[in-house]
């Protein structure tokens, strides 16, 4: 598992031709990787279909809307998962802040990269898990019509506090920051990229990138 650089000089907005960005990126990259390792943890959820969303039996809760309609229409199962870098990387991000906030930069969207870099290798445990099933693509609370509200009882269900001591704000934000919760279809069928784009994104109204004319690879 590797931080993939080109994604953390992306995040933060550098072109692909600034050295020093990228030489900056590499060295925070190796550093983080030594020191903190993406923890996570996962379960597998029925699904059954209703007008208001997907509803999970063993849950209790409904992934309310249209975008987990349409992503999970053709499963009879989802992976609700959850990485995270944990408080080690907040610590590690405020001591870097006290003395080199352009290294704090680089840091953050470093931790970005590797979150996500988690979220890769627990879809790779599931896919070891279930090689019968074909999945779907992660998608979020807070992306197209997923309420970020969902975040709650999704910690909930993962025993989240426990397990990784992620929690989450009043504001449904995850603490601490670098976490990421997902769902993953699992279908019988072959499932091809349904929501990829910035139209089904909820940051799309106050994004940075798209104001500088590019989009997060998403």
């Not at 990229?193 to 004319?213: V, W």
């Amino acid at each position: 598992m590797k931080i993939n650089v080109a994604d953390a000089v992306r995040y933060m907005g550098a072109g692909e031709g600034n050295e020093e960005t990228r030489r900056m990126a590499e060295e925070t990259a190796a550093e983080l990787e030594k020191r903190i390792t993406p923890r996570y943890t996962w379960r597998v959820f029925r699904t059954e279909m209703r007008p208001d969303g997907v509803f999970l039996p063993e849950a209790g809760e409904i992934l309310a809307g249209n975008l987990a309609k349409k992503m999970l229409a053709e499963c009879d199962a989802a992976v609700i998962l959850l990485c995270t870098l944990g408080a080690e990387f907040e610590a590690m991000q405020r001591a870097l802040e006290a003395r080199d906030m352009a290294r704090a930069v680089v840091l953050d969207a470093c931790g970005s990269a590797w979150v996500e870099a988690g979220c890769d290798a627990a879809e790779e445990e599931i896919a070891a898990r279930f090689p019968e099933k074909y999945r779907t693509d992660r998608f979020s609370s807070g992306y197209g019509d997923l309420p970020l509200e969902s975040q709650g009882w999704i910690l909930r269900v993962l025993n989240a506090g426990r397990r990784l001591g992620v929690t989450e704000t009043a504001s449904h934000l995850l603490i601490p920051s670098k976490s990421v919760t997902a769902i993953i279809g699992l279908s019988d069928k072959p499932q091809g990229a349904k929501i990829r784009g910035c139209a089904y994104c909820s940051l799309r109204g106050n994004c940075s990138y798209r104001e500088r004319g590019t989009f997060c690879g998403v």
